[in-house]
């Protein structure tokens, strides 16, 4: 009997988020350049991928040190996570990259790269634009 791998997870970047880092790019250059190499290594690892699912994780010693936390407040609602990159310098520091993950399309959408000082405010532009895109892609 043969068994084969299940299909490979994916990494879609929303045009809200590609926006969100072409404006941190004015402002810190070198710090918007770290958070799209990391998802440019993500899009390509399975290894990565496979840990944006994994409630409270915690990498170390990579060449990206991250964590990954559930949006608690929306949690009930929304499938929404965070990403936290470590030793990203400036500005980019305070951003997080906000995300959701499309089971049936087997794709992690990144909804957000926003920064963390909008303290996950349900009412918050931030907040409502990102529940938008959840939505309009049909996350479920």
Known sequence: MKYSLSAPFSLSIHEDAEADL????????DGAALIDAFLQEAAGS???LDRFTIRNYRSYGNTFDFDVKRWQSL?????????????VPGVAAS????YAFHG???????????????DYDPQHPYTQR????YR????P
């Open 75 to 87: 949690w009930h609602k929304y499938g929404l996570w965070r990403i936290r990159l470590f030793a």
């Open 95 to 98: 951003h997080r990259i906000v």
């Open 130 to 133: 990102i529940v938008s895109a």
């Open 46 to 48: 399975q290894d990565i």
């Open 22 to 29: 072409e404006d941190l790019y004015q402002v810190d250059e």
């Open 104 to 118: 049936t399309q087997r794709r992690y959408y990144i909804l957000g790269i926003v920064p963390r000082d909008f």
């Open 136 to 139: 309009e892609l049909g996350i």
